[in-house]
């Protein structure tokens, strides 16, 4: 599968912003998706996850309550709304997918970069 991210930009603190990720090929009941980020000098996280249906989602401490992973399956697209972000939040997001039958996410989407001025 090949993923797609976009949606990314300059926000001011306190703003909003909504990731998109597209994929190729249908993703539900296939694949987990996952949205990580990589701000400079530190390793990626994982910010978030979406099962196809839904339900089951994962969020990072630092983003719970702010962040919200949704899917449209008929799309076979996945987001992020990403609300009251802060300069913490500064990072290149990625998208990817992990096979319900792999231990890790092997498909990744190319990156899109936040950032929030303050």
């Known amino acids: 599968v090949q993923l797609q991210a976009s949606g990314g930009g300059l926000v001011q603190v306190g703003g909003s912003l909504r990731l998109s990720c597209s994929a190729s090929?249908?993703?539900?009941?296939?694949?987990?998706m996952g949205w990580f980020r990589q701000a400079p000098g530190k390793e990626r996280e994982l910010v978030a996850t979406?099962?196809?249906?839904?339900?089951?989602?994962y969020y990072a401490d630092s983003v719970k309550g702010r962040f919200v992973s949704s899917n449209d399956n008929a799309k076979n697209t996945v987001y992020l709304q990403m609300n009251s972000l802060k300069p913490e939040d500064a990072a290149v997001y990625y998208c990817a997918a992990k096979s319900y039958d792999r231990p890790t996410f092997d498909y990744w989407g190319q990156g899109t970069q936040v950032t929030v001025s303050s």
């Open positions: 979406i099962n196809w249906n839904g339900a089951g989602t």
């Open positions: 090929e249908r993703t539900d009941r296939t694949y987990l």
